[in-house]
Nanobody
């Protein structure tokens, strides 16, 4: 059984930093593509960053220059370092992984977790106060 778990969310003041970690276990394949998504209250799910099996990294314009995605110490751990956080970064952050054919797509209803399409964590709350 595949298990995806985020850790490291919390609350911080604007300008502060947080690190999210995503650990993936039980995959049947050695390599995977993985994405970080977030959903703020009343908003649809957005992809903010991804790291592909070939090492290519993507950032949305809203986080470019402030967030860094990298492979963690373990092969199946990916971290999202978030610096210079802003109140608009407040959201539930999700990680999701799939085979090396592209990161999972969010649910068509605007939510993040799309059951049956990729492997999703349950989310971690990040709150940034002004």
């Amino acid at each position: 059984e595949v298990h995806v778990e985020e850790s490291g969310g919390g609350s911080v003041q604007a300008g502060g930093s947080l690190t999210l970690s995503c650990t993936i276990s039980g995959l049947m394949f050695d390599e995977f593509d993985m994405g970080w998504y977030r959903q703020a209250p009343g908003s649809k799910c957005d992809l903010v960053s991804s790291i592909m099996s070939d090492g290519e990294v993507y950032y949305s314009d809203s986080v470019k220059g402030r967030f860094t995605t990298s492979q963690g110490n373990g092969k199946n751990t990916v971290t999202l370092q978030m610096n210079n956080l802003k109140p608009e970064d407040t959201a539930v952050y999700y990680c999701a992984a799939d085979s090396p054919a592209g990161v999972p797509l969010p649910a068509p209803d605007g939510g993040c977790i799309f059951k049956g399409f990729g492997y999703w964590g349950q989310g971690a709350q990040v709150t940034v106060s002004s």
